[in-house]
């Protein structure tokens, strides 16, 4: 599997995260390049220039995060399928969050692995695809997670040339320190709180129908941006092992409404700057709701996008 080195979650809008997250929302599903022209115009509305955006473009495939179009074919960029996967990797974690969670069978997934001094990059490298995946550091090389990501881990390693680690599952003996203390609960608690607190105004916006098509786009790509900082800083951990008052699950109930309701919305105004830029590609673009299907591929339901702002039941503005 390609390595890929991606962007930080953090705040701020950044072009090249913006640029994948409009990506990762409205065009995996399509095996075709989208022009430049039409990204420099999207990220316009997030008052992105198109002098940033093309540094960004480039960037990110310099970094594997993206593919441009082979030479003869016009020029445009595109979703590695590598990404793809890992991307249908992350939803599918996503799911076993909250009430509907399998039970917790006990077993932690534990990873440690030996590098030389000199391979600081591959260093990095590793402890940020660990982390972007759900483990935290419990001592200095000794990963863990209460998920079950023993293939995915060692995927990474073999991926980053790394042949000295080990992976396993196994269970914590009381005493000593436990495996849940690799996380700040702190740090998540509050960023939890921080997300409902910011968008939960708009929830009862979108409700009344007051949410136009651009408003909808910038909002869900800002939602799920700042969803990528929450879901970084939570430890992923079954019911059992959290506090009774931990607010992941009203954070997930929010996060839910808003990005299926404000999907057809989004997908108005995506089109519309396709209309504009690269009309015959209108139809590439699609949305996912947020219980598509585990296989990464949507239900044909989920899918379907409107084409116009008529054939959607709220009320629709664009500006």
């Known amino acids: 599997m390609p390595s890929i080195d991606m962007p930080r979650p953090q705040t701020g809008s950044q072009p090249q995260r913006l640029i994948m997250t409009l990506l990762s929302h409205y065009w995996d599903d399509s095996e075709e390049f989208i022009p430049p022209a039409a990204i420099i115009r999207l990220l316009e509305d997030f008052d992105i220039t198109a002098l940033s955006t093309r540094a960004a473009l480039r960037r990110l495939v310099q970094r594997g995060a ?22 249908a990797r992350t939803r599918e974690r996503l799911r076993l969050l909250g009430p509907g969670a399998p039970p917790w069978d006990g077993l932690w997934t534990v990873a440690m692995f030996s590098l030389p001094e000199a391979d600081r990059d591959v260093r990095h490298a590793a402890k940020s695809r660990l982390q972007w995946i759900g483990l935290a550091p419990l001592f200095d090389g000794f990963w863990v997670t209460s998920l079950d990501l023993a293939d995915a881990v060692k995927g990474i390693f073999e991926d980053l040339g790394i042949t000295e680690f080990l992976v396993m599952r ?16 702190d740090d998540a608690r509050n960023n939890y709180l921080r997300f409902i ?5 708009l929830r009862e916006r979108v409700r009344s129908g007051s949410v136009g098509a651009q408003e909808a786009l910038l909002e869900r790509t800002n939602l799920m ?32 409404e808003l990005h299926d309701s404000l999907a057809p919305l989004a997908i108005i105004r995506f089109r519309q700057v396709l209309e504009e830029t690269a009309a015959d590609l209108v139809q590439q673009a699609t949305f996912r709701t947020f219980r598509s299907n585990p296989a990464g591929k949507a239900d044909p ?19």
């Open 225 to 256: 941006n700042e969803w990528r900082i929450v879901r970084h800083s939570d430890p992923l951990l079954p019911a059992e092992l959290l506090p009774a008052d931990w607010p992941r699950n009203e954070a997930l109930a929010l996060l839910e």
């Open 66 to 87: 993206l593919e441009n179009a082979p030479s003869g074919r016009r020029r445009g960029v595109r979703l590695p399928e590598h990404y793809k996967k890992s991307m």
């Open 170 to 185: 196994a269970s914590a003996i009381p005493g000593g320190r436990q495996p849940a203390s690799a996380w700040n609960f």
């Open 301 to 319: 339901a989920d899918r379907k996008a409107p084409q116009s702002s008529e054939t959607v039941r709220v009320r629709s503005r664009a500006r």
């Open 197 to 201: 607190d910011q968008f939960a105004p």
